[in-house]
Structure formats: structure tokens, C-alpha cells
């Protein structure tokens, strides 16, 4: 009999084939896929703000050169994801008005402010942690040209990870002071990186279809329980504390039971009532506003490339 081409899609899909730019997709597979992959390229590009205030203040040389390479990875990060998303069809101008608007989101953890050299060390540590989580997950989504920016992307954010949890480590073996510097961090920055994974799977509105079509491979709660799972013992080895009193480890699960999260915060945060909100979107803005003459010379110069080719 006749197979509609949604269910060829999703038979394509079923048998772990990669969609490709020029395949037929289902307009909201298209969608979705564009909402997503857009809004990991604006966390990507908003995410290099609460470090880059710490690159003029890094304790060292080499601190510096580390924190500037990172911050330059994210930027790169976030070109490949609107690279991605145009194939899909989006238009670039279109995704970057949608973030200065508010209309678009971005990851909720950026919208914390960054106070001291040890929440360097903590998002190198937690987010960078919790985006490996989640983006060694979406090497197997099922879009080929997003698959493939993530296979790059995780490459550099273990780099990531390693430095922060180094920073952490120098910090918690040094003074009384120091330890008490990445305590102070760990306590601000660990709620707030569990709640990056999004809501409890019960209240997800789009893991449902994004499972079916193989974009979500594992579920909000799975992914936070992994990272939670894998984070705790490396507090543990540099002496740290996780603030929350409710987390302990059960055994017959083979994984850490954990406290509630305070999901008003989260909404809160994603309505753009977080800490940092507006002074993330205005920066945004403001270097819109600003390269807006270097756009306006590379359209000068391609027109008359494209003048000089025609004659
Ligand atoms: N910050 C901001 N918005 C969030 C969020 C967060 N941490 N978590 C969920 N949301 C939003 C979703 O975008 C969705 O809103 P929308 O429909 O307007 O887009 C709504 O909350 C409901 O969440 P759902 O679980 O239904 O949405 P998704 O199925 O898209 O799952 C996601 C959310 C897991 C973040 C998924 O979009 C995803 O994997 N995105 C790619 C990863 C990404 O964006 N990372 C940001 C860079 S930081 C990082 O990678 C770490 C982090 O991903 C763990």
C-alpha cells in the first residue's frame, strides 16, 4: 500500500538514517529543528559574555590565554550552529532580530552574573560539563548537518571542561581563602546548571515529537541525571560541597537521589526576569549597533565584485 511521506519520513528516521539539507522533511520537523539549533547558537554567542568580563582580570598569563582561546571557541560555536540552521533554510538576519527582540531563547544559565576568577572555573566545570552531556547526545540527532557541528563542537568543549575543573582544583587546594572562593562558586552555579538540561520531562512540550524524530536521543531528566551522577564524585575529590542537602547516593538505583529544583526560578529566567537578562541583550545589541558599518562594507565591496564579475 501507499505510504504517506510523513511515514516514510519517519521510517527513514526509524532506521537511524541522517536527514540531509535537500531531503524532504515534515514543515514542523523543519521547524523545530530551526527553533532549536538557532537558540544553541545564540546561547553559544550570549554564553561568551559572563567570561569575557573575566579575560582583562585573569589571575595569570596563561589564565588569560586559556579564558581568550575558550571564548573564541564559543564564537566559533555559535557561527557553525547559524551555518546549520540557515541550511534548514533560516535566514541569518532573521535569527539574530528574534534574539534582540526576546523572542528567541537562549540558555538560561548565561543570565548569571560572573563575580569572582572561581566562576570561571565553575562554568568551565558545570556548563561546559552539562552542554558535553548534552551535546555528545545530539552527535546522534537525526539532522546530518547539525550531527556533524556537534562531533566538532564536543571536541573543543572537553577542553572546556578540563580547565575549569582545573581552576576549580587550584582553588579548593589552595588558601582558606581561595577554597572558600570556589565553594562560594559551586554554590551559586549548581542549581542553576542542572536547570540548562530544561524541564522535567513531564512538563518538556517538545521532547515528545523531538524523541520521535530522533532529535532528543535522550530525555531532559536522563541527561541532567548523567551529569549529576558524574559531577558529584569530582566535587567530592577536590573537597567541595554540592548545596543540596537532599542528595545522596541510592544504591539499589546505581544513581544520586537529588533535592527539588526551584522551577519558578527557571521560568523565571526564561521569561527574561533572570539576573542578567537585559544587560546580556543590550550588550547583544550594542554590538549589532556597532558592526552594522562593517556589514554595510561587506555588501559595499561583494555588489561591486559582483558589478566588476558581470562586465
Ligand atoms: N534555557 C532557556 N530555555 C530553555 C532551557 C534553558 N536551559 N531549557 C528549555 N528551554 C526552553 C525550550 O527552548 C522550550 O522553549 P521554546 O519551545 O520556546 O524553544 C521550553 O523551554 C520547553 O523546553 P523543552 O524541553 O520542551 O524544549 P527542547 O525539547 O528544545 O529541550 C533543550 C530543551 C534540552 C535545551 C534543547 O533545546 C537542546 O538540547 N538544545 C540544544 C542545546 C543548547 O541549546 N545548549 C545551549 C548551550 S549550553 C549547553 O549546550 C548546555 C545545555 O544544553 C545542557
Not at 30 to 42: G, P
Amino acid at each position: 500500500e501507499t505510504h504517506s511521506l510523513e511515514e516514510r519520513f519517519q521510517a527513514y528516521v526509524d532506521a537511524e538514517n541522517k536527514v540531509e539539507p535537500k531531503d524532504w522533511m515534515p514543515e514542523k520537523y523543519r521547524k523545530t529543528l530551526i527553533r532549536q539549533i538557532s537558540q544553541h547558537a545564540h546561547s553559544e554567542v550570549v554564553g561568551m559574555l559572563p567570561e569575557a568580563n573575566w579575560i582583562t582580570r585573569a589571575p595569570s598569563l596563561r589564565s588569560k590565554l586559556i579564558l581568550l582561546a575558550k571564548v573564541q571557541d564559543e564564537a566559533g560555536h555559535g557561527l557553525y550552529l547559524y551555518s546549520a540552521a540557515e541550511t534548514l533554510g533560516a535566514d541569518r538576519e532573521d535569527m539574530i532580530k528574534d534574539l534582540l527582540s526576546g523572542k528567541a531563547k537562549y540558555s538560561s544559565i548565561f543570565n548569571y552574573p560572573t563575580i569572582s576568577w572561581a566562576d570561571m572555573g565553575a562554568i568551565g566545570w558545570l556548563v561546559d560539563g552539562a552542554a558535553i552531556a548534552n551535546q555528545v547526545m545530539l552527535c546522534r540527532t537525526s539532522y546530518g548537518p547539525y550531527a556533524r557541528a556537534m562531533v566538532r563542537i564536543c571536541k573543543e568543549e572537553s577542553f572546556h571542561q578540563r580547565q575549569g575543573y582545573e581552576i576549580m582544583m587550584q582553588l579548593a587546594r589552595g588558601s582558606e581563602e581561595q577554597k572558600a572562593m570556589a565553594q562560594d562558586a559551586l554554590n551559586r552555579w549548581w542549581w542553576p546548571s542542572i536547570m540548562m538540561f530544561g524541564p522535567r520531562d513531564e512538563d518538556s512540550p517538545n521532547s515528545a515529537q523531538s524523541m520521535k524524530w530522533k532529535i532528543k536521543r535522550k530525555s531532559n531528566d536522563e541527561l541532567r541525571q548523567e551529569f549529576i551522577d558524574k559531577t558529584v564524585p569530582q566535587a567530592e575529590f577536590i573537597g567541595l560541597t554540592i548545596p543540596d542537602p537532599d542528595l545522596k547516593w541510592n544504591e539499589e538505583k546505581g544513581q544520586y537521589d537529588y533535592g527539588e529544583i526551584n522551577w519558578e526560578e527557571f521560568y523565571q529566567v526564561i521569561k527574561g526576569n533572570g539576573p542578567c537578562n537585559a544587560q546580556r541583550l543590550a550588550a547583544r545589541q550594542k554590538a549589532y549597533d556597532d558592526g552594522k558599518w562593517i556589514r554595510e562594507a561587506a555588501n559595499a565591496y561583494a555588489e561591486k565584485e559582483s558589478k566588476r564579475k558581470a562586465e
